[in-house]
């Protein structure tokens, strides 16, 4: 973190990531906006972290985005795929969440409206044996 705040090359630090590390000059591979606002975030985050920005901090690649960048379009009411009747495109990967809580608020939204559909099929055909 300290190299690409001093735009300057150095050597990779320890780390957990089971690949390895590379070092490299990441204000070489992003564009200027980008160096920018990385540089104003992490100052941002030192004044309300005091250590944030410090030598044992390390950069892992480039994330360009917390969640899936495209979503699988469902329809409103029933939750369903509008190209695939009976898919439920749910969570992140679908496009319907950014977080650990907002996949698991889709999830039962999903749960729900699966439940209501099998309800409603039920309705009729029921037998002592069904439950
Ligand atoms: C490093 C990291 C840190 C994060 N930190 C946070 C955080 O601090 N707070 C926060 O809110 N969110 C965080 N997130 C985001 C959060 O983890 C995800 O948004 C959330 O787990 C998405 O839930 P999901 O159920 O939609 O998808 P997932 O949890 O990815 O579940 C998808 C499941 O589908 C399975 N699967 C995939 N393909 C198939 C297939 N073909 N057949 C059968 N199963 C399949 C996968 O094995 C997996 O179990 C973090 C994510 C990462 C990667």
Redesign the pocket.
Known sequence: MTDFLAKKSGPALKSSCPSGVVATRLDQLLPDALNKALGESVQQFDRWMKGFISDEAQFHGVESR??CPIRITRDKASLQSLSHKGLYP?????G?????????C??IAIADVIAQEVASRSIGHHSPHSS
């Open positions: 917390t969640s749910s969570g992140e990967g679908a319907y969440a950014g977080g650990i809580t907002s996949a698991a889709d999830g």
